[in-house]
């Protein structure tokens, strides 16, 4: 049997194919919404696939079900399955196509993958193109060193995550294509850490109506702007009320982490409201954003926050209230103790030479619990070139150490041929 160093050498000999095959997918822009190019990014990648000797098919969201997605959307969902089965127990690895709009601040194109010293900078550099290079890279390791896997493998690459509602793994898992455990390409560090838990989210638009008028006669019109800070009181009053309660799941120790424990969040996220000065604002619109822990429930989360909502409107002249409850992703738990995830923890240990492992969970939310939901499986592992010194996801100038790149491609090699 080869010694896995003889495997992370080759690795390491794959440097320019991992940052070429990152910097191709950087340059294929999948921002969602709307998501106009997973057509384009599934084709740069079907012929490695092909050549690493697995076979692939497209499967596309049907558009009723698209429809269920309430943002701008463009073109087709196709997402990739390539599977490779030498008759081993099934593993599905998983991988989001889709990246979050550019924001300000970028001192580079942030579709064009700049390299400086040992950082290559693009928008999914982190989240989570890096990952799916790193896939590749590995997948390349295993064919050109004739290495057998330990499993039949079933690459998922998926659409819409940074959405939710309907993400392309919850159409997979529906349809029988989620086979065996799950390793998640993102959920995951390059320090010794295990997740345990992501919370569920849940965001909820609130439109107030009022009516406009001339702001010299405001007595004339409801002022939708202003009435609309009664309900704003109440909920602020719900989430003091919220954001004391602690899950049984530990917390990773974020810097002003309210507690040891995971905690739910409730956020006033988005306000919009009036045209002009002198006109009173005939609506407001207010967006929230509820991060919900495991032990809650859905139903309970909507019925407080509604509760919070009429009583905020028995205190104001709106005319009218509409609510709108969008569940973007049901909470997940993962089984820490489970043999994958002492398979994990070897495959990063033969990199890295950690001894024991943090864990803990985080209050961003995931599709995986869509797979949860669907499959009723708490099974799985994580991997990601991400550092807790270098949270640039959704962030401006987002980046990626090369070296965290090709240490992550190892832990695939050492997981999947070792």
């Known amino acids: 049997m080869m010694d896995y160093q003889k495997a992370f050498g080759s690795v390491e000999a794959n440097r320019e194919y991992i940052i070429e095959t990152l910097r191709k997918l950087v340059g294929i822009d999948t921002t969602v919404p709307p998501g106009r190019n997973y057509d384009k990014f599934v084709a740069a990648l079907e012929p490695d696939f092909k050549r690493f000797g697995f076979t692939t098919e497209r499967v596309i969201i049907p558009e009723d079900k698209v429809r269920e997605i309430p943002y701008p959307l463009e073109g087709p969902r196709v997402n990739l399955v390539a599977s490779r089965d030498v008759g081993k127990e099934p593993v599905s690895i998983y991988a989001h196509m889709d990246v979050v709009p550019i924001e300000e601040g970028w001192k580079c194109d942030p579709f064009a993958g700049i390299v400086e010293g040992d950082t290559f900078y693009g928008r999914g550099a982190m989240d989570m193109k890096g990952s799916i290079a790193c896939l590749m890279g590995a997948l390349k390791v ?16 998926c659409t819409d995550e940074e959405i939710g509602v309907y993400p392309g793994v919850y159409h997979l898992a529906l349809n029988g294509y989620v086979q065996g455990h799950m390793l998640n390409l993102e959920l995951g560090a390059q320090e010794p850490i295990l997740m345990q838990a992501c919370e569920g989210g849940i965001d909820v638009m609130i439109a107030g109506v009022g009516k406009s008028c001339h702001s010299g006669m405001n ?4 002022n939708a702007l202003e009435e609309m800070v009664p309900i704003m009181n109440e909920l602020l ?30 956020n006033l996220s988005v306000i919009r409201g009036g045209a002009k000065p002198n006109i009173t604002p005939g609506e407001c619109n207010l967006t929230l954003n509820r991060r919900y822990i495991p032990e809650e429930k859905y139903e309970d989360v909507v019925k407080e926050i509604q509760d919070a909502i009429d009583r905020g409107r028995a205190n104001s002249k709106l005319i009218d209230v509409k609510v709108k409850f969008i569940h973007n992703y049901p909470p997940v738990v993962f089984d820490v103790k489970s043999p994958f995830m002492e398979k994990m923890k070897e495959a990063r240990r033969a990199v890295h030479d950690y001894g024991d492992f943090m864990v803990g969970g985080l209050g961003g939310s995931t599709d995986m619990g869509c797979v949860a939901m669907a499959l009723k499986t708490d099974k799985f592992v994580g991997m990601s070139p991400a550092r807790a010194s270098n949270l640039s996801a959704h962030a401006a100038n987002e980046r990626v150490g090369v070296t965290d790149l090709l240490n992550m491609t190892k832990e695939l090699v050492h997981y999947l041929a070792f």
Do not use: Y
Request: one cysteine or more; aromatic letters at 6%.
């Open 142 to 157: 295993i064919h050109d060193l004739s290495l057998e896997p330990k499993f039949d493998i079933h690459c998922l690459l």
């Open 219 to 222: 007595f004339m019109g409801v």
């Open 237 to 266: 009053a719900l989430k003091k009320q919220v954001e004391a309660r602690e899950s049984k799941v530990p917390s990773f120790p974020l810097p002003n982490a309210p507690s040891t424990q995971l905690t739910p969040m409730l």
